[in-house]
């Protein structure tokens, strides 16, 4: 009963198999090799458009890379207030792009509404010469609520960023499980909603250690290359990078892996919601339930060695906090995520929350 | 016949296997897993020391991380005019460590002699306002060359950077193609000859992409954690990384690797030696050889599909040279070096070399 | 009537004078003369202890250099979300600290609440890797709102910071305007309340460009002049900050000049105060006016050559906010504003207002 | 008899009759003033030329600022290994450039010479992932050794420097010296020659602390204002820079006061050159001596209350470093040197040379 992270989990057998396929032979370094290429190839046709890809091995460098490479060290990056990029990277953005400041947005379940962007978009005046300058927007999707948003927000959002000539970034580390419940395409979750940059992560997901930064706009990724080297960032063996993409994107691996954390999640949601006592904050829209429940369920579900992290109840909104005897906790479901775990897990909470 | 680089070859079969039978079950992320707690339990019994341990899936990242922790802003890092960190790593020492300045000193085949540190040294006078300071010295082992540092060379070194206040690191890409060469323990060739942070590399020797930085002085590291993380080098998945290093250090099986391939180079220097018009550059001494021969012999080679790189002639003292007609070549052996392969390159540079 | 900024105004006739005296002589250069030293030794007395002084001439670098020598690039720096390092000097301490993150914290009237910098501390538990690391708290006195801390509010704050291993700077551009308010010592507003660093400026109270770094706690300083001279901060000739800081310290004269600004401001206050439909927002206790007036004083202020900026609303609780036909602004008074101007400033708004 | 820096001196009277008149009035703040506003036409007039100029305080700032607009995080500076910017800023280019890194080349008396800079160039081909990418060469008029380069010297270097994708940076600390010694227009001294972006000193020559960054090239500039705003080097009273700049240049005020410390370093080279046993070690060009004499008349000097720096040996070809007894010393004259100083200085040297 692991429901601590995505994190947890290894990688899928056909992403394992490919790496170990991988592993014959003798190839260039640093990416000039075939496997590297064809993920590049691959990619391309998965989001419908002639793009620049770099592959890396974490999240926080995937994001932190490819915000460097849309803002200046004197920009502002406009982002949720509790984005990843913002909580949970330890200032990696900060680090890459030597300096930007870091714009947080208010917003409920995790997603900027339109309003907030204008605010701070207008607070952040182009030309202003003592404040940091407007440059870009980071959205997550899926967010770090578990929430999504459709494509017609991403896309009102993004309108609003250019006509402020501020780019758009996509921090995809839960890409799949967004695109999944939203039956789109990747295009249509991203540059055809206006999205410059994105961040598409797959170690969450069923790879052990995979990212793609994908650019639309080739030339906004001109630096990228030595950005991504001086930060450490370009693998030696890099066919080993290209490997788990390809697997994972092959014949649509990823989306079936997607398909069953969110309908983990579903389950998960739906077998709590029916437990009196238990709330679920926020729409379940991927793979990640927050949710407050009582504290004697805390108790029996550690007891019985679940795995779940709390969560700060400064994220719900006051009247939504958890009352004394209550516990706000976040739960996520991966690819192998079991049902009978699910059912076991809810079936502690039902018990020890009617106790 | 592939002598580019020791990143060309993929990962040894015990390694992979290794990262295979990591991958099943769920496990905390971000390093706090069991294997990763091992492997740092397990570099300590090898340096025969407590020490402070950090994996990272990169050479770059392990080298400018490591600097970041030994030097601040304003600090001078000494180190070899054309070592890794100052010519191949893209700047990165200089981002990790917020803008450090990179000292290069001369030095014959990559090494660097302690009159040259001490010239180095005394240009930068700890407590004139003007300059930066002293802080780091950098010693590769192997160094870019091929060569090595005896123990009492280390020794020396570090006695005279420690009298200026200065910290030992050693780039230890190829560590255990040095040590196998020295015949003598890891313990003898850091700490005890005053290295305080090496930079453990087995990527080139049989990982996919693993390397440890290991600090001996544990009051140095205590901020590394962080470092690491906003410089995405935490792997999110970390039991990857960590069941790589478990599988290389097991039962001497880095040595062997290491072994192997210095034991082709010596192959190899042993057969170029032999012919006319060839000239090997500096002692061979790990599993690199630098070596001056014939154009006729590098047509010949690449007609028959041989990978290697020309290197710079500007590394040579002047009289040294290739003259018209010739050629300056890196050749790089690897644990997956065929003997075979080896024999044929030789002939090939024979029989052109005599037309 | 420039109410714009008490930057509009020059240095005063003594500040001057003593920098048309220190310029007869040679004298070592970077600040190796004796009205350096002097100057250091004078503000040891103000502040009745030993301490580490480094002149420099703007206020942004005396507060991005101070907090630089607080925080770690993987810090947090706690500080009002609309001070003046939040949100006026163009990412300066992100910069000079290497990609620290500033923390805005909420505040009425410009200042932190005790409530508001427990929450933010809370959310920056120490030793959590994925996030920045608690470095420095930031306190402005006076405020960007024209308002002040008591001395007992600024303890207990600094206490708050201390306990959780946080180190306390006050940007004090208004320093002497605040102190003349309290009525009480240097020492008191500053270290005996727990300040460890504090900006004094003198630039917007009587001196051309002069601004002191005092760092109480001597060990915070030890890298400061490396830090001070790669920032480009380290004036060839030393002097011209020390004369003007020698003669803004003599015989009180830096009081009396806030005195002057302050009574200023009180007098205009008054005046504003007494108008039909005009609203001073906040306390005035320092040199700073924040008023809601009709837009018809604001077209008759222009008209008469009045000089200030409108002020952001959104710095408002929203039923504060300006009503359509009205406007907010800022007044600041200097050492130089005179009563007639002040004067006739409110008689245009009264006769506007009741237009 | 002060010949340490001539920064030692203070300000002309010219300039600090200027300072004192700009203090009258209220004055729009951080260069909004009409002052700085015709200092900027002035030096378009100055340089024949429209172009982007900007006042800071030290230079330092001019030539880390100048810099940091010029290359990217990954870029290389190319300058003499014994320049200014790489010897004497206490790695502030680093810091401004957020880590780009100097490449030092060997030379002469201070002087790049075009084959160094070749070889240097041919070490850094543009597109090479591993490496920092060509951006910026930064010569130094007059040299730290004292010399000048003749505006075809500078011409060929930055021919060779464009040709590489590479802009030039002048480092004109003592602009002026070079100037009165070539006699030619600071238009041939720098664009016609090809400069992109001088920094033009007045520090050294008769302002308080006065310098211009002046771009030839008005796109390299568009981010500037945000660059010294967030270095903390815009002046919040902007009038005060502007008035040392028109001053200085007014009525060749600044070729003045550079001729007279030319003339003394002349007079005093003159002198010593006549004394057997002392040795200059370089051509005179500008105001600066670098001496070969014997301790003995060290000794004398100082008894006699003269100043000035030991510099090092290791600039000087072995054969020429001073022998046992001797000593190897900088004279810098300037705008207040006196002759009576000077010939009182030669009396010594030569007295005790001849003991």
Known sequence: MDFASDNASGASRKVLEALVAANEGSFPA????????????????????????????TGTASNALALSALTPPFGAIFCHAHAHVMDDECGAPEFFSAGAKLVGMPGVAGK???????????????????????????LAQATESGTIYTC???????????????????DGA??????????????????RAGVDVVSLGASKNGALA????????????????????????TLSKGRFLAAQMLAWLDDGHWLQLARHSN?????????????EGVRIAWPVEANELFVVMPR??????????????????????????????????????????REDDIDRFAAIVAKASAA
Chains 1, 2, 3, 4 share one sequence.
């Not at 605010?119 to 870009?136: E, N, S």
């Not at 017609?152 to 970034?169: F, N, Q, T």
């Not at 799949?176 to 540059?191: H, I, Q």
């Not at 005897?325 to 991966?334: K, N, Q």
Request: some cysteine.
């Open 112 to 138: 900027i509404a339109p309003s907030d962007l204008k605010t701070a978009l207008a607070a952040y005046p182009r030309g202003l010469v003592k404040q940091v300058q407007p440059a870009a927007l980071s």
């Open 30 to 57: 640093y990416g000039g090799d075939p496997l590297t290429q064809a993920a590049e190839q691959r990619l391309a046709e998965v989001f419908e458009r002639d793009c620049a890809v770099f592959l890396v091995a």
């Open 210 to 233: 995979c990212e793609a930064v994908v650019f639309f706009d080739k030339a906004k990724a001109v630096d990228f290359g030595y950005r991504r080297k001086r930060g450490g960032h």
């Open 174 to 191: 839960r890409f799949a499980n967004a695109l999944v419940t939203l039956d789109c395409s990747p295009a249509d979750m991203t540059w």
């Open 296 to 337: 004697r369920a805390d108790v029996a579900l550690k007891a019985a060695g679940a795995r779940y992290y709390e969560w700060s109840a400064e994220r719900l909104a006051p009247p939504e906090r958890p009352a004394d005897g209550a516990i706000f906790v976040r739960l996520v479901t991966s690819f192998i995520t």
């Open 263 to 275: 309908a983990c999640a579903q389950r998960l949601a739906g077998a709590l919601g029916l437990i």
């Open 152 to 170: 017609a927000e991403i896309a009102e959002l993004a309108r609003m960023a250019h006509a402020a000539g501020v780019s758009v970034h996509l």
